[in-house]
């Protein structure tokens, strides 16, 4: 499927998406919106992509919702989505979906630009990287789930400053908090982000998926019920294709080839 917001590319089993309206810093308009569903509806049915980098072109991640979009008398814009009261959906197909999705973080990430990173399961972060919400400025609040999911992450406290002051922090601050998992000169990012992807791309897709589950889910219960949740998970993963291959491997001494059965 072609694209005209974002760009798709598949190295062997690396999933590749880029954000790509450089000119307005790659902002969120609804034709993005749009095809950020589509294009991870069309990864979640590829078996063949296991691992998703998503990244920004040119020198930011993204700057968030498109903002002259939105001022824009009788245009679709993210405010007329937003206006319902509900979430924008690829949000949580990034989030929920069963395989690791790596941000390459490699600018401005602001507003829904940093929920999009939130959405995310690894970040790996250039120097010239910022983080931030800065919707309170403008009257209204982050909605692609900034206000739930950073204090999960970062702490209520750190989170709230952020959010209510509206400044952003820059990228070793982010990695303090443990908001990324590194940081990086710019021109490494994305070189360090496929070989962190290479490497989830030869783990077991089966178990990568129970283990990204168990984290989510499990992050909304209650302890008891979240260890029963792993333990499902993880019994389903006995006698599978991959568990014997894995165990057959370490006893032989060589690498384990899955196949994610």
């Known amino acids: 499927m072609d694209y005209e917001t974002i760009i798709y590319e598949k190295e062997n089993n690396i999933a590749l998406v880029t954000l790509n309206r450089p000119q307005s810093l790659n902002a969120i308009s609804v034709k993005m919106a749009q095809e950020l569903d589509q294009v991870f509806d069309e990864i979640d049915g590829d078996d063949t992509a296991r691992v998703v980098i998503l990244t920004g072109a040119g020198r930011a991640f993204s700057a968030g919702a498109d903002i002259k979009e939105m001022m824009t008398p009788g245009q679709a ?65 982050p909605t692609g789930g900034g206000t739930i999911k950073m204090p999960r992450l970062i702490g209520i406290t750190k989170a709230k400053e952020m959010l209510f002051l509206g400044d952003p922090i820059d990228a070793e601050e982010a990695y303090r908090v443990g908001l990324v998992n590194r940081v990086v000169p710019p021109e490494s990012v994305l070189s360090e982000a496929k070989e962190l992807a290479k490497t989830l791309s030869q783990r077991p897709p089966l178990a990568l998926k129970a283990a990204k589950s168990c984290v989510n889910v499990g992050m909304q219960m209650a302890l008891p019920a979240a260890l029963a949740f792993e333990a499902k998970e993880g019994a389903l993963l006995l006698n599978t294709e991959d568990q014997i291959e894995g165990m057959k491997a370490f006893v032989e001494k060589r690498q384990p080839i899955f196949k994610g059965k």
Not at 85 to 105: C, M, T
Not at 116 to 126: F, G, H, K, N, Y
């Open 77 to 141: 814009s993210i405010a007329s989505l937003l206006a319902q009261g509900k979430p924008l959906p690829f949000f949580s197909k990034i989030e929920n979906l069963g395989k690791p999705v790596i941000g390459a973080i490699n600018g401005v990430a602001a507003g829904g630009g940093c929920e999009l990173a939130l959405a995310c399961d690894l970040r790996i972060a250039s120097t010239t990287a910022t983080f931030g919400f800065g919707e309170i400025k403008i009257g209204v609040i």
